[in-house]
């Protein structure tokens, strides 16, 4: 995504409601308004991390560590495949920084809604502070009042929507997007060794290392259960890391047809394969279906990094690995494929399975 993502009109319709507002409302009277209250929510099954069937942990420093390296890689390559998500520890991003963007998000949130709509998202826009695919007056609507913001390659950053309050937010921002690019860079590496296939092929397709961020802010909801996060959807990227800005869970996953709740360990980013990297795989890395379910009690902020490919790229299997077998995905350019992720709707996984080939 990004490069020029202000260009790239989307056809979100205005939701001119803040679910802060809502959900303070929702707290004095009890009532959740229709477009919120989602029905399937008691029908899913859910299992929890305590049951036994834990996320994989991949360790950076041991992936980096020539003594432990082709082991760890190869936990990665399975974690890909069999998960699509893992819990990355020792990532080595310092922990200063970390909490200083922690601070910095909970603070921008926690403003006067007026003050936060300064950089409130326009018409037909992506970035700022607002919703995303909004597309009908009908909907259902997630519980999350959101930020979004194009953070890399840097000279295509659009400043009027980074926020100037608190002071030190863009600074922080502008260094943790720093190191999440480098984070990243290094996992895309060694995914290309688990692969077999040269660094660069997979390297030079998030060349520029474009990277979005968006900031989700979930209010709490006593009536948790009758509401929902962030709907099922896979993300349109090559890889997302996710840090958990309070120690609030919400994260579930699609595993084996349950949703899989993720317990976070403490300082761990979690990271997920997208929609480019399965399709760059040929199928072999999973881009897994994931939501987030609201807390009765409290807040949850998470701030998830996407590491896309830019829109001048193409996005297919790579030629390295069509060697082995035939192509499972048609290749599109990256203005295609963005333009189509967003009019998917967020609906599961639907618009990867469009790019399916032979099924
Ligand atoms: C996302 C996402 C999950 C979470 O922003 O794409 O999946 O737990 N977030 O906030
Ligand atoms: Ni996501």
Known sequence: MAGGLDELKVEFIDQDESVQVVADTVGSSGEIPERYVRAE???????????????????LSRLINPEFSKEEIAKLG??????????????GVDGG???????????????????????????????????????????????????????????ERNMDFWPTNPPTFRGSLDKYSLEIANVSAKLFKFMAINLGVDEEALLG?????????????YPPCRQADKV?????????????????????QGL???????????KNLPGALVVNVGDVLEILTNGKYKSIEHRAVINPDKERITIAAFQSAPLSCTVGPLQELL??????YKTVDGVEFTKGYFAAKLEGRRFLESLKLGV
């Open 78 to 91: 399975s974690a890909c495949e069999d998960w699509g998500f893992f819990q990355l520890v020792n990532h």
């Open 252 to 262: 579930q996953i699609r595993k084996d047809g349950s949703w899989f709740a993720v």
């Open 41 to 59: 929510m008691e029908a899913d099954p859910v299992i929890n991390d305590a049951d036994g069937h834990s996320l994989p942990v991949i360790d």
């Open 97 to 155: 920084l970390l909490q200083q963007i922690k601070d910095d998000i909970t603070e921008f949130f926690r403003l006067p809604l007026q003050e936060k709509m300064a950089v409130a998202i326009p018409p037909n826009g992506l970035q700022g502070f607002g919703h995303h695919f909004v597309f009908s007056k009908e909907q259902k609507l997630d519980w999350v009042d959101l930020l979004f913001l194009s953070t890399r390659p840097i000279d």
């Open 228 to 248: 929902l996060g962030l709907s099922p959807h896979t993300d349109g990227v090559g890889m997302t890391l996710l840090l958990q800005v309070n120690d609030v």
């Open 323 to 328: 060697m082995k077998g035939e192509a499972c």
């Open 205 to 217: 397709t998030f060349k520029g290392q474009p990277q979005n961020v968006r900031i989700n802010h």
